[in-house]
């Protein structure tokens, strides 16, 4: 059972956006007649200014201060998004660019405050990897928030790579062993060892780490940037108050690449989330699904699902999967809109 990138749906918006009629939405790679208009990538926001990357003068990259042109109405713009920027793009002290095309996200990972808040939220676009960081122990793993990670990912078209911590501690294997019929990637790590299995996947890409407090994800942010600084151990007593604290930084690996780091984020709701949004992740069982009753869940107590005789049939590996899967689709279970 192998994932499949999701083709791109249109979320523009990181506000105010009603969940249900997913699929539906209108597909707006909003465009004004702005030809000398040149690309970049929003590498920051904060409160109403983006920093955005641009090709410079001289060919290296630079970062300019921009604003959302008016034209784009109520259309978010969030780290990873590729636009296109109009007015002074030198990057001079004090100058002021214009956003004024959002280029149609391929991925973008999504939450809501939480599982009955319609208002979804896009943490990160065009993502191509969510890096889940969690400790094998100290703290113990949320397998709650995980199972959520996982969903986001498979729902936002990221690929999911488990990032196991703190393994100098204890065995990443009750870990692995809960998700291994999804045939999700791992990686085993600790502080004392290089980093090398890691670097392998993030190599090109662009990565979005997501982990709960003290699990050891600014310790490794700082071992993968050298430059970033983020502060490590009590957290509660360094961060409080600061806006920096709880925004989404990009940050360029020093080979090819780059890292989102998300430090507020700490939960994922996934009211915007339909089962089938997760089953489309897995090209085999959504084809086995369409034999469900309308509205399936596609959980154990769902009459009549037809996953339980897809399980059934065929390699027995089909029953660890669908058990994997029901673990994920639990999460997505305590959802009300749209079922
Ligand atoms: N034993 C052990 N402790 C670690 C490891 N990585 C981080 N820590 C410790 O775990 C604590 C939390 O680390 P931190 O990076 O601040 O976690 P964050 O809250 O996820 O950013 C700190 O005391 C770190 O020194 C590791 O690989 N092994
Ligand atoms: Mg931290
Ligand atoms: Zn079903």
């Avoid at 083709?7 to 939405?25: A, C, T, W």
């Avoid at 921009?66 to 109405?73: F, I, K, P, S, V």
């Avoid at 995980?146 to 870990?175: F, I, N, W």
């Avoid at 700490?266 to 339909?274: D, E, I, K, P, Q």
Wanted: charged content about 25%; proline content about 7%.
């Amino acid at each position: 059972m192998s994932p499949r990138r999701l083709d791109s749906r249109s979320d523009e918006d990181d506000v105010r956006q009603r969940p249900g009629k997913h699929g539906s939405r209108p597909r707006t790679r909003t465009r004004p007649a702005h030809g000398d208009a040149v690309p970049g990538l929003v590498v920051a926001v904060d409160r109403g200014r983006m920093t955005v990357r641009v090709e410079g003068p001289e060919g290296a990259p630079v970062d300019i201060t921009t604003m959302r042109a008016r034209e784009l109405g109520k259309h978010g713009v969030v780290v990873g998004d590729r636009v296109r920027v109009v007015g002074d793009t030198t990057g001079r002290t004090d100058s002021l660019a214009r956003i004024v095309v959002i280029e149609e996200r391929t991925t973008s990972l999504r939450r809501t405050a939480d599982d009955t808040d319609p208002t979804e939220r896009i943490v990160v676009a065009n993502a191509d990897l969510l890096v889940v960081v969690t400790a094998v122990t100290d703290p113990e793993p949320a397998f709650g928030f995980l199972d959520r990670c996982l969903v986001a990912a498979y729902a936002g078209g990221l690929e999911p790579l488990l990032c196991l911590t703190k393994t100098d501690l204890a065995s990443p294997q009750p870990l692995l062993d809960r998700y291994a019929g999804l045939g999700l990637d791992a990686v085993a790590i600790s502080r004392e060892l290089p980093l090398d299995d890691l670097l392998e996947r993030l190599d090109s890409r662009i990565s979005v780490l997501v982990g709960q407090s003290g699990v050891g994800k600014s310790t490794l942010v700082n071992r993968l940037v050298p430059d970033a600084f983020r502060a490590t151990g009590d957290v509660s007593k360094i961060g409080k108050g600061r806006h920096t604290s709880s925004s989404v930084v990009l940050f360029d690996l020093p080979a090819a690449g780059m890292v989102i780091d998300t430090p507020g984020i700490r939960s994922f709701g996934l009211a915007h989330v339909t089962a089938d949004d997760v089953l489309a992740a897995f090209d085999e069982i959504a084809e086995a699904a369409v034999d469900c009753p309308p509205l399936c869940g596609h959980t154990a107590a769902d009459p009549g699902c037809a996953l339980d005789a897809w399980a059934a049939t065929g390699p027995p590996a089909r029953h660890e999967q669908l058990a994997a899967l029901r673990v994920l689709l639990g999460a997505v279970g305590q959802v009300g809109p749209g079922y």
